[in-house]
């Protein structure tokens, strides 16, 4: 198979209760990967044997105050992780999402970030140190994931794949990759095509939308045919997920999603 195709509950089929968007996402031949686990019925995910869950955040975002860039927010933040292994557990999920800080409700970063550099990498460094530790004894992988702050995440602490990729090769774990959002670069820095040749090596899961909308890809300016061709080329064949809010309907997006990236 050319990738593994995932969907994301919290972005598709968004007018059904989330068990039922689960069920859909499945039944459309895709794995089911999602955002925050609190309140969800995550024992109704786990039972059903025609969902696979592939991915979701694996710290808890909304922990106040919790980072890896401040060491004021270490502790909450390895907690946060710390509580997410149980629900990785219940529903066998071996990829996980890192988040770099805790996020508000509009998902605007809320976390503090130590004013001088030196600190602040230090402190990242240390942290996912520790998490590289947490993934060995539960044989996980997380991804730690840059988010644009131009438009979507104002206040985020890891904007730029390049510092991401930086903090990870000193780590030197393979167990700690970066989730690269084809979105969030786009907007943030560009140079898709490019960071995917120079960083290929450290890529653990690929997320797809087009800008500007996040609408599914071929809605807008992104050459998504490209994208694909080069992450295949790179040697790439691990999960692509479509985190997009349909610009029409749910099947349509996930047959666009499906026909750029599914098997050529």
């Given amino acids: 198979m050319r990738f593994q195709l995932s969907a994301c509950a919290d972005t598709l089929f968004a007018a059904l209760p989330f068990v039922e968007r689960a069920r859909r996402i499945a039944a459309a031949g895709f794995a089911v990967e999602f955002w925050g686990w609190h309140d969800r019925d995550t024992v109704a995910l786990a039972d059903d044997p025609d969902i696979t869950v592939s991915t979701m955040i694996g710290n808890v975002v909304y922990r106040d105050g919790g980072c890896m860039v401040h060491p004021d927010g270490v502790d909450a933040w390895i907690a946060g992780v710390r509580d997410c292994l149980p629900i990785a557990q219940q529903l066998e999920v071996r990829q996980l999402i890192l988040i770099s800080g805790s996020l508000d409700d509009q998902g605007h970063g809320n976390h503090p970030i130590a004013a001088h550099p030196a600190t602040r990498w230090v402190t990242a460094y240390k942290a996912l140190c520790q998490v590289a530790e947490i993934a060995e004894q539960h044989d996980l992988t997380y991804n730690l994931e840059p988010l644009n702050i131009k438009r979507d995440h104002p206040g985020y602490s890891i904007p730029f ?13 393979p167990r700690i990759r970066i989730l690269m959002d084809i979105y969030h670069t786009q907007i943030q820095e560009g140079n ?3 960071t995917i040749r120079n960083h290929a090596d450290l890529i653990g899961y690929v997320h797809v939308a087009d800008v500007p909308g996040r609408h599914e890809p071929g809605t807008g300016e992104i050459d998504y045919a490209r994208i694909a061709a080069e992450l295949d080329n790179s040697g790439y064949h691990g999960s692509v997920g479509l985190e997009a809010y349909p610009a029409e309907s749910d099947e349509q997006a996930l047959d666009a999603f499906r026909a750029l990236f599914g098997e050529p």
């Fill in 192 to 194: 898709v095509v490019e």
């Fill in 161 to 173: 794949f390049e510092d991401a990729a930086r903090l990870l090769e000193q780590v030197g774990s």
